[in-house]
Each structure stands twice: as C-alpha cells, then as structure tokens.
C-alpha cells in the first residue's frame, strides 16, 4: 500500500511511528502473537521466570492458564506461574471476510 512506511526501529527509527501503529508503554505487544498465554505484572524483574515475555517489558509475563492446555507452552514450562483469570489478554482476530476453515 502506497501509505504503508517502516518506521520507529532500525534503521527507521528517525522516522515517528503514528500514534496507532506505536508499541504501548503499559501493555505486552507482540509482533506475532504467542500460543502461550501471557499478562502484564508488575512485580516482574530482571531474570524471573516468564517475565520480558514480548521482549520490550519488563512486566509481560508468560503463564499457564488452568485447563487450557490448547494455548499452553510445552508442557511443564510455566506451570508454577498461573495466569490471573480477569488479567489474561487475548486478541481477537477480525476478518473482512470470514474464513471457512476454523
């Protein structure tokens, strides 16, 4: 697309990223999303577990949501860090058209 430009990161980063395409400063972003589930935690420091998830901030954290072992990393990997179940963040896709396999 003719409106489509790098921009924020090497070796763009003297060009300003728009406001809708910046990383947000208080939540994890990832540029492919991840099969294990993650949220933000802000007791998260410099080498524990999980933590550094998205590879920005501190305060993402992997974890392993209770009986979803669909989304789960391999097995064992995040068992001790159990997600809080009202902090999980999901995206949900959207499509312009729906696709006809699940």
Do not use: L
């Not at 990393?73 to 058209?97: E, H, L, S």
Request: glycine share 8%.
């Amino acid at each position: 697309h003719q409106g489509c430009r790098f921009c924020g990161a090497r070796p763009y980063d003297d060009i300003a990223c728009p406001a809708s395409a910046a990383v947000p400063e208080d939540a994890c972003w990832f540029r492919n999303e991840p099969t294990v589930p993650y949220y933000w935690d802000t007791s998260c420091t410099w080498g524990m577990k999980g933590c550094w998830a998205d590879g920005i901030h501190r305060q993402c954290r992997f974890c392993a949501a209770e009986g979803d072992s669909e989304r789960q990393g391999p097995p064992g990997v995040f068992d001790d860090i159990k997600c809080p179940a009202p902090q999980v963040t999901w995206r949900n896709c959207t499509f312009m058209v729906a696709p006809e396999t699940p």
